[in-house]
């Protein structure tokens, strides 16, 4: 039973390169198939089959990766700060400010917001 949940730990989370390579190569095999090999042919199944592996082991990854990736901002909140503030800079330089008020403020609370969402005296500066 431990074989058995150890190869199908290993089936679904085969590692990052596996998992960011599977996704272009079952991509290609899909487009190979539509245009060129026709449906009834071997390459269709093969192709049909990774390409639902490739999936499974996407939405598979996809919880681990997004709870890393919170972590990392966790553990530094200042570039989730810096992204805001990027944005925000961004959105003013494309449409501007002049006249609205409204969603100057509100970009503004946005970026404000983001500082403020992780707990604890992170923030505060030297004593």
């Known amino acids: 039973m431990k074989n058995l949940k150890k190869i199908m730990h290993r089936l679904l989370f085969p590692g990052t390169a596996a998992v960011i390579i599977s996704v272009p190569v079952s991509a290609c095999l899909l487009a190979y198939t539509f245009l060129e090999a026709g449906e009834d042919s071997p390459v269709a ?9 490739s999936l499974t082991i996407v939405c598979a990854n996809l919880l681990p990766m997004i709870r890393r990736g919170n972590r990392m901002a966790g553990q530094n909140p200042y570039i989730l700060l810096s992204v805001t503030r990027y944005l925000l800079v961004r959105y003013a330089h494309r449409h501007g400010f002049e006249g609205n008020g409204k969603a100057q403020w509100r970009r503004y609370r946005m970026c404000g917001a983001g500082f403020h969402a992780f707990p604890g005296d992170r923030h505060a500066g030297p004593v």
């Open 45 to 53: 199944y093969v192709s049909y089959v990774i390409s639902a592996y």
